[in-house]
């Protein structure tokens, strides 16, 4: 069976459109790939805060908008935001990851998605970062 949103639209659908749109922009003319397994909104946000070394307050506000998103739609669109500012600094994210979260957010059948979700990149926000692969 396939999760239809209002318009008709199957929820995989949507979710693969918006990162599939959210990845182009951020690989837009890079070599290396922005695809990088692991890194959660938090981490690239933590990574990001941690090279900038400046905007503390402002990328705090930009994250918690995020991490508050009443749905799948209002995710989207905050995430383009922070796609724009890891792409200027060259810092990846999960997409498989992205995809999920987007494609369950809002489920009805998923009601602890959001949460889970929200918890894990809150979580690692906070964890001191490492520029591995950064």
Do not use: C
Not at 65 to 79: F, K, P, Q, V, Y
Not at 91 to 115: M, S, V
């Amino acid at each position: 069976m396939r999760v239809l949103d209002g318009q008709g639209a199957p929820r995989d659908l949507i979710a693969e459109h918006a990162v599939l749109t959210l990845f182009g922009r951020h690989q837009q003319g890079r070599k290396r790939t922005m695809h990088v397994a692991g890194h959660t909104p938090g981490t690239a946000a933590r990574l990001l805060l941690a090279k900038t070394g400046s905007g503390e307050e402002a990328l705090e506000r930009r994250f918690g908008a995020l991490l508050t998103s009443i749905d799948s739609g209002e995710l989207a669109m905050h995430l383009r935001g922070l796609v724009t500012l890891l792409s200027r600094a060259e810092i990846g994210l999960d997409y498989d990851l992205l995809r999920a979260a987007l494609r369950t957010w809002d489920a009805p059948k998923r009601p602890n998605a959001q949460g889970r979700f929200r918890d894990r990149w809150d979580r690692d926000f906070r964890i001191e970062p490492t520029f591995k692969n950064s």
